[in-house]
């Protein structure tokens, strides 16, 4: 992959920067920077290159990018992401929000089992990563229940891949075809964590959509 433009990665809920780990090796050479909500760290970091860039989310990762990506961002590449996660009266495709909610209180009474479960259920079972900051979970959490990027989505300008699993548990194909009515998405045999269980495709649809770009 050429080096002109840098890639900025952008991690989902429940996870961390090392997430993105089988991806970057994938991509070889790449210049890249993974952002981090800071679910499991001292303190978030969630700077942007401030130079013309690549824009890649997962799951929630997708959502903030959509809202925050800025006219610096060339192509954005959306993995197991969605405009909106939870339903509302106009999205009755998004995830009820009394089940988010009782993520919310799994997380205040239990944080560790909240979390061990949430990640088996999305397909990984590692142990959760240490020290746990509960008020940065819930904040992603009431992103993933109240977040309505759809109109973002729509003005965005730059180009924009989107990919998904078809046994996607947490974000099933419905809601990714709620989301993305109007743009083609990229179907793949897998679940939640492509960037995990097909990092060689993810790295490929980077390195197509770099290949596109100038990095003027």
């Known amino acids: 992959?050429?080096?002109?433009?840098?890639?900025?990665?952008v991690h989902g809920w429940a996870f961390d920067p090392t997430f993105w780990a089988a991806t970057r090796t994938a991509l070889g050479t790449a210049r890249t920077r993974c952002l981090d909500f800071g679910f499991f760290s001292p303190r978030a970091h969630m700077d942007l290159p401030q130079v013309p860039y690549i824009g890649v989310?997962?799951?929630?990762?997708?959502?903030?990018?959509?809202?925050?990506?800025?006219?610096?961002?060339?192509g954005l590449i959306l993995i197991n992401g969605f405009s909106r996660f939870g339903a509302g009266p106009d999205f009755t495709a998004g995830i009820?929000?009394?089940?988010?909610?009782?993520?919310?209180?799994?997380?205040?009474?239990?944080?560790?089992?909240l979390l061990h479960s949430f990640r088996l259920r999305?397909?990984?079972?590692?142990?959760?990563?240490?020290?746990i900051a509960r008020d940065r979970l819930e904040?992603?959490?009431?992103?993933?229940?109240?977040?309505?990027?759809?109109?973002?989505l729509h003005a965005t300008t730059c180009p924009v891949h989107v990919?998904?699993?078809?046994?996607?548990?947490?974000?099933?194909?419905?809601l990714t075809k709620a989301c993305f009515?109007?743009?083609?998405?990229?179907?793949?045999?897998?679940?939640?964590?492509?960037?995990?269980?097909?990092?060689?495709?993810?790295?490929?649809?980077?390195?197509?959509?770099?290949?596109?770009?100038?990095?003027?």
Do not use: K, N, Y
Not at 57 to 74: D, E, I, K, N, V
Not at 163 to 174: E, K, L, R, V, W
């Open 1 to 9: 992959m050429s080096a002109a433009l840098p890639v900025a990665f």
């Open 57 to 74: 989310g997962h799951s929630l990762g997708t959502l903030w990018l959509l809202r925050h990506h800025g006219p610096l961002c060339r």
């Open 139 to 152: 904040t992603g959490l009431d992103a993933l229940m109240d977040m309505d990027c759809r109109a973002d």
């Open 163 to 174: 990919m998904a699993g078809t046994q996607d548990a947490i974000a099933p194909p419905a």
């Open 181 to 216: 009515t109007a743009r083609p998405i990229e179907w793949v045999e897998g679940g939640h964590l492509l960037p995990l269980t097909h990092a060689g495709a993810c790295a490929h649809a980077i390195t197509t959509m770099a290949r596109r770009i100038t990095p003027s």
């Open 96 to 113: 009820a929000r009394r089940v988010i909610e009782r993520m919310r209180q799994g997380l205040l009474r239990a944080p560790q089992g």
């Open 122 to 131: 999305a397909g990984i079972d590692s142990p959760v990563p240490e020290p």
